[in-house]
């Protein structure tokens, strides 16, 4: 439908902002459909009101310094329980073990598929390779949890968990969850770098490879500085995809309410080896739906998460725009 | 040694270790459906593909798995999911529908119809719509929308009539599904503006020569233009919402219960468990044999469903490649 139509009218020619149709002359159905657009907007934005809303205030009227500061503690009524300092620092410590091994892995793919793999075998492996990360990206993520536990229960990576009593590999602890967090990081990784690869224009290659600099020499010098902003953007999305994740915790954690260091090894490699909690996961526990059934403490923490998505999206919306202004590239669209 | 690998780097060297780095990618898909099939064949073994199907009741055979240890008897491993299959089916497409025409309209809205001044409220809107996480929406649910469906729209009738049955809370159908087409509408709005800004607007303006007026210009040029872009929102919008585990489980009731859609509008006030919510509910189980099977074998299912829905929602939309709408 795009021959005829575009090609023979001269665009110029056509005002459409110019005189405005009138309303009046618009079908009842017409009206009806715009009024509906306005209205689903407008819904949408009233639901995200309502919910950022909400969490404030119930975050504010419960959520203490003393509760961020101290650790979690067994007990009965709400006021013995203690904080959430651990799932606090689990999540800071989950996201860093995903993001340092998904971020490496999910740059050197889109390199590797834009810049090196142009043709012949090369080209298909790479297709394969996109496509698995649309397949990691579209898996729901308990199935990855699933994954997660039968592998780490294998004995071969029982140096990464706790072994049990029987002999049995736990295949719970933060070394796996964040293993297994790198996998749900990675796809949004992956596509920013893939996509500000593919946006650099081919004659800056050229010029590279003109003055004698190997490929990888122009990915070093040229590509990666260029691309930089596309890998923050990918980098905080894929953070917020961690922080925001709670069935990969409450699988692959543990989800103990303190940290639980393994009983032997090296100072941090005990706690990484260890069991813990995230703020999702206490969230989750303290819900009604959960075990523990602290709904004041459960919103505190769940407002904190939400301040952190919150910050974690101007963030991405910082660096498009800064992107936007040094590079001149059209900003808009939401992807 | 050192001083090789301090040396630049020739290309080739750094293609090979670049392309081993990425196929490792691959080898995880191909390790995740390796395993999780490997760990669900017994219930495939003893059940075949019926497990799939209807027959008796999936609360005494979950039990019966979770009492039994060491190596448990043929007998236990008897299964027949389709109550959780259909509460998934069921949640799954009651929010799609509900979230198609709000993402649709909404799309609409940024990209044609809002002053530039709301659209540039709207975008980010959207986007941290689409990234608050399920917890939180539980939260809200099992919290907020549970205890009011529980207080006001439940009659006591309704309670009395499903009494021996199942216990109506609140926590039900209807608000796992509301929920659940609020959390996945803002990602059917974010692929269907992407595909409704790239529509050439020369396009439009053909239209707009032809004397259309703008509504009709809209319905005619640029949501047909997209078709494939809906689709491929949809299929994508539909593999979120079959595998919503942690908010359905807080707010859906937890119980083993199919809804009756013989019982009239209190059909929507009862409670059930999807594929998804089934597995965080027992994920202690693990350990019990025949259940962890059982898991898998659920997990398996939403694996390879969500396998089918990429690869769909990729052929979807490889027209509008070839016609550079979407870029």
Known sequence: ?335 | MLSRLRAPWPDSRAARLLGALSLLTCLCVIGMVAFVAVNAWPIFRYNGLSWLGPGGSIKTQIETMLASSGHPAASVFHLRAWPIIYGTLLVTVLAVAIALPLAVLCAVFIVELAPRRVRRVMVPVVRLLASVPSVIWGLIGVLVLVPYVGNHLITNSERDSLLGTVQLTGASLLVAVVVLALMIAPIMVALVCDALAAVPSSWREGAAALGVNRPRAIRAVNLRAIRPAIVAATVLATGRALGEAIMISMVSGSFFFAPRPGDGLTFFFEPLRTIASTLVDYREGISAPALNATLYALALLLLLSALVLSVGGYLIKQPLRRHQVIA
């Open chain 1, 1 to 335: 439908m795009s021959g005829p139509l575009s090609e023979s009218l001269p665009a110029a020619a056509v005002a459409t902002r110019g005189r405005r149709s009138s309303v009046k002359t618009w079908r009842w159905g017409d009206r009806l459909a715009v009024l509906a657009a306005w209205g689903a907007g407008l819904f949408l934005c009233a639901v995200a009101a309502a919910v950022v809303l909400y969490m404030g205030y119930r975050g504010i009227q419960y959520l203490r310094p003393s509760l961020i500061f101290s650790r979690p503690a067994p007990g009965i009524k709400q006021n013995e329980t203690g904080g959430f300092l651990d799932p606090l620092l689990g999540t800071a410590l989950l996201t860093t073990i995903g993001i340092a091994l998904a971020a490496p892995l999910a740059i050197c793919s889109a390199l590797w598929i834009v810049e090196y793999a142009r043709d012949g075998r090369a080209r298909q492996l790479s297709r394969v390779v996109e496509s698995s990360i649309e397949i990691v990206a579209g898996t729901p993520d308990i199935v990855i949890a699933l994954f997660g536990v039968a592998l780490f229960q294998l004995h071969a990576f029982g140096f990464l968990s706790t072994t049990g009593e029987g002999g049995g590999v736990t295949g719970q602890s933060f070394l796996a969850a964040g293993a297994v967090m790198s996998l749900i990081a990675l796809p949004p990784i992956f596509v920013a770098t893939r996509d500000g690869l593919q946006a650099v224009p081919a004659q800056t290659r050229e010029a590279a490879f003109a003055l004698g600099k190997t490929r990888i020499a122009t990915i070093r010098r040229v590509l990666l500085p260029r691309v930089r902003a596309n890998v923050a953007t990918g980098v905080t999305l894929g953070v917020s995809r961690i922080v925001a994740d709670t069935a990969i915790v409450i699988v692959l954690l543990g989800d103990t309410l303190r940290f639980e260091p393994a009983s032997s090894g090296l100072p941090v490699l005990r706690l990484l080896r260890g069991t813990g909690a995230s703020l999702t996961s206490y969230v989750f526990d303290n819900s009604p739906a959960g075990e523990a059934g602290a709904p004041q403490k459960a919103y505190a923490a769940a407002f904190l998460l939400l301040v952190f998505v919150v910050l974690l999206n101007l963030a991405v919306q910082r660096i498009g725009s800064a992107q936007a202004r040094s590079h001149g590239l059209a900003a808009g669209g939401l992807a």
